[in-house]
């Protein structure tokens, strides 16, 4: 193994988070704790950090995770310039970026669903976006080169009640 490492056991990890009476589940620690602390850290210092999982014992997903080990790797020249431009932004900003790439993540996914529905779905989208107060084209609003004008209005609402991953 390269570069620096910690390797440390999940119980041991779970104490120093504080969370060992809570997200007793490794998949809930893991998407609600590690992975965005993971991702920040990636993103606003000038290095990255890796997890690898260790598990023991069989059954689905190749047993229970019984220790972490977390690479640490310096991040190249133009990727730290870039953290650092990156730090340079006030909080509040590098926030609303994050959100709406989310936004457009959720706008790109309904409007892409949405071109390949029937004609009947997006009737009743369109139905429900003018319920909602979303303004819509008022001639062929439901024409796939249309869609744009309205479907980013209810993308959220789309993804949810059609069940669609973002």
């Known amino acids: 193994m390269s570069g620096p490492h910690w390797a440390v056991k999940t119980p041991e990890l779970r104490d120093l988070l504080g969370c060992r009476d809570r997200l007793k589940d490794w998949k809930d620690l893991r998407r609600r ?6 991702e920040e850290i990636g993103r606003l210092s000038e290095f990255t950090v890796e997890m690898l999982e260790s598990r023991q014992g069989g059954g689905r997903g190749g047993g229970q995770v019984v220790g972490v080990t977390f690479n640490i790797t310096k991040k190249k020249r133009a990727q730290a310039e870039a953290t650092v431009k990156e730090l340079e932004k006030p909080r509040f900003q590098r ?6 790439a989310r936004e457009d993540k959720t706008s790109s996914v309904a409007l892409r669903w949405m071109s390949e529905a029937e004609p009947s779905v997006r009737i009743k989208w369109q139905k429900r976006a003018l319920e909602l107060g979303v303004v819509v084209p008022a001639k062929g609003a439901i024409a796939v080169q249309n869609l744009i004008h309205w479907v980013p209005g209810v993308a959220k609402l789309i993804c949810s009640e059609e069940r669609l991953s973002v």
Do not use: F, Q
């Not at 704790?33 to 993971?38: F, I, N, Q, S």
């Open 33 to 38: 704790a590690l992975d965005p602390a993971l």
């Open 95 to 100: 926030r609303g970026e994050k959100l709406a």
